[in-house]
């Protein structure tokens, strides 16, 4: 995932905390949903919450890196981990009675503030009570970054969100210098492959072959396995011949509204059709 810049340095982006409340109390977060696929059987399993924010002089939707920053170093992430939540587990519940049988999860990102909030997991709990979605059909992503911050006490915040059944996920896999004695310390379920690997299948570069060895080293170990940023049939062939279970990226959809989530699931009720390509030997 590519490294925040400051929001002062973005055009349209905001500048100050106020501005920022202003736009939260304005109900101008939005949430863009990126669609998980099955490489298997080509069937959406889960979606993954992307927090947007709508400029207030333009309209226009701003990108993360205009506004995130400024949250998190005003203090202000935590209350967007938690608007995220909110709006993604009650449409959650509609996206399960559509597919029916199928297992279908939606994924929502933490901060190191929405980790230090007391009562994260009673949240997380009520939320999904009050929603009618089973806690296990939720899934907690955290970067490394996050877990590298989180200090005496955070552990046990996992470890309860854990234990109500979520699916703890560490995203960005891979980019950081302790990407393995994470996995040792926390109540990891899941992990992402950071993009940036994946990129570099069939450019000759070490990170396609790294990307295939943290398949096989999630496998190895239990963990649901989730490959970020598939573009390319390349890429897809290169991570189904490593026996990568679940991937997202461009190649099958970009982030969608929540309308047009709904559109693109009931298209995809018997499963998305995946580009093939014939390995070189």
Known sequence: MAEHVRAAHLPGSLSSASELDAALDAGLLTIAYQPVIALRSGE???AESLARLRDPATGQLLPPDAFIPLAEETGRIARIDRMVLAQAVPLAVQWRALMGARPFSIGVNLSVGGLSQ????????TTCLAAGLPCNAVVLEVTETVLSAIGSGHEDVLQAVDELGCNVTMDD??????SLSHLARFPIDGIKI?????WEI???GRGGLVAAALVRLGRDLGLH????????PEQLAVLQEAGCPFAQGYLFSRPLSADDLTAFLVQSRRGVPLPRRELSP
């Open 44 to 46: 959406v399993v889960a």
């Open 118 to 125: 007391a009562g994260l997991a009673d949240h997380v709990r």
């Open 173 to 178: 896999f891979g980019t950081g210098y302790s």
């Open 194 to 198: 950071d993009r940036r690997f994946v």
């Open 202 to 204: 069939g450019t000759g």
């Open 225 to 232: 396995v989730v490959a970020e940023g598939v573009e390319t």
